[in-house]
């Protein structure tokens, strides 16, 4: 499988979904090369610069990586999404699935099994479940073609509930590694479970307009479709049939295109459209995907649109429900609102801060509504740089690794402005750390490094590669003038560590101040038992990591299958300790936040966590603005 990669794909404002091209199944090394070469070509194709002019993007800055895979021979091919793209649900993933290869349920010729599955208990919310009569297989010796389906698969579900699970588990891990909701596509072979892409989902704040149109405005309009729905909204129009993209100049301001299925060359046609139906594909569809990017109603799958619509009739699209209506609702809008800004929330006295660690994402991210970096993670950055830092340390590159770890923290320092940046100092395992260049010859192999050499301990046995840190924060800081950025410490089993931590970043020339604050974080229950004891030692704040947390009291592992359903952060014994935390700290009066995943996963929580006293929660990027509401409602209802 020969696949496109462009650096510029999958910002949080565009898809670039079927932009580039991508080969499947190509034998042999010529052929090979040949697919790169014409993937690489595709970067200059007519539809992709035409995206690339209407978003705005330089076509020199956007280049292409086109990875080359081991072809998985797809029994059955699927997308699943680790939140729910048409509601935006975030406690929801969903699973869509067919046989063969996976370019038919894209291009939408078929519609496939769809699965929708709560996060908080695994469970399978519902199913839909799709005949389907062809697919497409590998042609040998090379390529791909178009079959009939076996009779006795035709009406026989893709994926068993099992699988549907391990696929769901799959997207939660990519969505937490990623910590942007994400879009994958999945094979399976012989049982086994292949992912083999993803990319970020850049649908969730588009078309944020909730719909001007009541269900009481629909009522006694004539329901003409009922298909899958796949872009929230409700768009009315007259209908205009095409069929295919040498027609879409048909397609003015207003009108609802009613197709068998899009491709991209329809882009500039559905741009124009109030609404979209078509006979054909799933809410991974070419359609479903763009119609959300575009913020505009769609409805896909109905089967039989074009040839029930008649031309020039007047429709109204309901794309949150896949309703088709006869007519026009009493005051139907096609409008979409404005993309939430912070003067459209409500004010929170508990700041919601961030986490972040992709530096690239740091500027996007930066224009939403939090009030800074709570958790900027060391790990990603190091990762790019690429090699241990020991190796670069023994090659004599300790200046080079120095500037590339201050350059990628002055891109959050200078995106986020006068905001504060909290820099978790590294905290990778001794596993994590022998993936990087050179790590082999550094890292022992440990039998749990969960619990081993990592953390605070590492930066006292092994000064010299946590100073590399501390001197890109003074670089950042001092020479760099982003006097917004912090440092937190995490892992720290002991207060004699706390002690003798803030001894090493005392010597590199830090020291507290107004101006540069010191937080530990808290995830070992003797940071919880003994916390006025580390306050003592001097810190300006804590931020509880709630996963290790949990893990450690609770004695669960929560990567392991077999046990990970007893992981749940409201355990009892996990809140007292969370109460304690938070107390303990309003006590001594320094700040407390919480950056786990628990913050975005449970509003009971948080509420809790409000009524103790945090001052700040600190959540992933796509839930912000849910999470300020919710803490508005919360301190609403405290000051009554």
Known sequence: AVRSSATAEDLPDASFAGQQESYLDIKGESNVIQAVRRA??????????????????????VLLAVPVQLMVQSDISGVVFSVNPVTRNKNQVVVEAVWGLGDFMVQGVVNPDHYIINKENLSIHSRSLQPQTVMEIRKYP????????????????????????????????????????????????????????????????????????????????????????ASFGVGTGKVVMIKTAKEIDKVKVGDVLVTEMTSPDFVPAMKRAAAIVTDKGGQTSHAAIVSRELGIPAVVGTKTSTTILKKDQVITVNGATGTIYEGVPKKAATTVQKKVTFEDLPKTATKVYVNLGEPDLASVVAQGNADGVGLLRAEFMMAQIGVHPKKAIHDGKSKEFIEKLAESLAKFTFSFGNRPVVYRASDFKTNEYRNLIGGKDYEPVEPNPMLGFRGAYRYIKDESVFNLELEAIKMV?????????HLMVPFCRTVDELVKVKRVISASGLSRSESFKLWMMVEIPSNVILLEEFIKVGIDGVSIGSNDLTMLILGTDRDNETVATEFDERNPAVLWALEKVVKTAAKHSITSSLCGQAASLYPDLVEKLVSWGITSVSVSPDAIDNTRRNIAGIEKRLLK
């Open 40 to 61: 690489w070509g595709s970067l200059w194709g007519a539809r992709a610069i035409f995206y690339r002019a209407t978003k705005g993007y330089d076509h020199f800055k």
């Open 142 to 229: 090379s390529g791909v073609k178009k079959v009939k389906v076996p009779p006795a698969l035709i009406n026989r579900r893709k994926l068993t509930d099992a699988q549907v699970i391990d696929v769901a588990k799959l997207a939660i891990k990519v969505h937490q590694h990623y910590y942007f909701p994400q879009d994958m596509e999945f094979a399976v072979e012989n049982g086994h479970i292949f992912l083999v892409q993803t990319r970020p989902i850049t649908t969730l704040d588009m078309g944020k307009g909730e719909s001007h149109v009541s269900e009481s405005q629909l009522e006694g309009l004539k329901q003409l479709l009922q298909g899958e729905p």
């Open 477 to 485: 800081r001092n020479k760099m003038g982003h006097k917004t950025l």
